[in-house]
């Protein structure tokens, strides 16, 4: 599903315009953007999930190409962990 379905599909039903809909998921997402940021980052939905910020520590790899080893730096990522309803539902 892309953003624009999506969007059509929250207008639909909440019977609101495509305009009001994509104000509300752009308010959505710089929200929890705005609360990963954050040291302890984290955003809880109640039934559908946890965003949670992780430390992913420094390691080497290796080039596929080339087969050389290489340094991958520390980074932060997002790790999604799917609430009990939306297992369920799946």
């Not at 039934?47 to 520390?74: D, H, L, V, W, Y």
């Amino acid at each position: 599903m892309t953003k624009a379905e999506l969007v059509e599909n929250m207008a639909t039903d909440a019977k609101v315009t495509k305009t009001a809909a994509a104000a509300a998921l752009e308010s959505f997402i710089a929200n929890v953007t705005k609360a990963l940021k954050k040291k302890e980052g984290k955003v809880t939905l109640v039934g559908f999930g946890t965003f949670q910020k992780m430390r992913r520590k420094a390691r080497k790899g290796r080039n596929p190409q080339t087969g050389e080893q290489i340094k991958i730096k520390a980074c932060n990522v997002v790790k999604f962990k799917p609430g009990k309803k939306l297992k369920e539902a799946i």
